[in-house]
T-cell receptor, first 112, second 115 residues
């Protein structure tokens, strides 16, 4: 059962514009959400996270928004840069995060 | 480099052979995870160690799969009698366990191809 879904396999944006990556989840018990970025031939690297008690977390150009009622989160990248081109995975975990569930990923391409 | 390392990076084997992968976590991390990632999917949790104890196993981890972390440092994942469906990227991650939620640091993965 796929409890975390990223319905857009790819996204292309122009450099300097906003990139918005979306993620939906089905398990209302998830209490922590993370975004990972993956470059080819590398493992995923942690980008930003948010606890379920918050609805927004910001780190530089990256902001994650959480809408618990809609079971939806999004990652905003402003402004987008060509170096942001990568696959972005949304992940969710329960208390103690030993079994983290990942979405299928969205490939972001930022065009110069 | 003090990141998570995995060896080998690539492994090609024939169906029915056994393979073993190694993961060296970040040295101060006491939690270690194994994931499997197939094409077009995100990583899927396989198993979790806290120090040398294997505390959780996914139902994805069939009895042909075994993982160990004998001294609480490096870990090995062995697949016996490999099948073509085992072809995937096997990712290892580690975390410190100091807080309730810890971001996991991933290694580069071992890509397994079963012919």
């Amino acid at each position: 059962d796929q409890q975390v879904k990223q319905n857009s396999p790819s996204l292309s944006v122009q450099e300097g514009r906003i990139s918005i990556l979306n993620c939906d989840y089905t398990n209302s018990m998830f209490d922590y959400f993370l975004w990972y970025k993956k470059y080819p031939a590398e493992g995923p690297t942690f980008l930003i996270s948010i606890s379920s008690i918050k609805d927004k977390n910001e780190d530089g150009r990256f902001t994650v928004f959480l809408n618990k009622s809609a079971k939806h989160l999004s990652l905003h990248i402003v402004p987008s840069q060509p170096g942001d081109s990568a696959v972005y995975f949304c992940a969710a975990s329960l208390y103690n995060n030993n079994d983290m569930r990942f979405g299928a990923g969205t490939r972001l391409t930022v065009k110069p | 480099d003090t990141g998570v390392s995995q060896d080998p990076r690539h492994k090609i084997t024939k169906r029915g052979q056994n393979v073993t992968f190694r993961c060296d976590p970040i040295s101060e991390h006491n939690r270690l995870y194994w994931y499997r990632q197939t094409l077009g999917q995100g990583p899927e949790f396989l198993t979790y160690f806290q120090n040398e104890a294997q505390l959780e196993k996914s139902r994805l981890l069939s009895d042909r799969f075994s993982a160990e972390r004998p001294k609480g440092s490096f870990s090995t994942l062995e697949i016996q009698r490999t099948e073509q469906g085992d072809s995937a990227m096997y990712l290892c991650a580690s975390s410190s366990g100091r807080a309730r939620h810890n971001e996991q640091f991933f290694g580069p993965g071992t890509r397994l191809t079963v012919l």
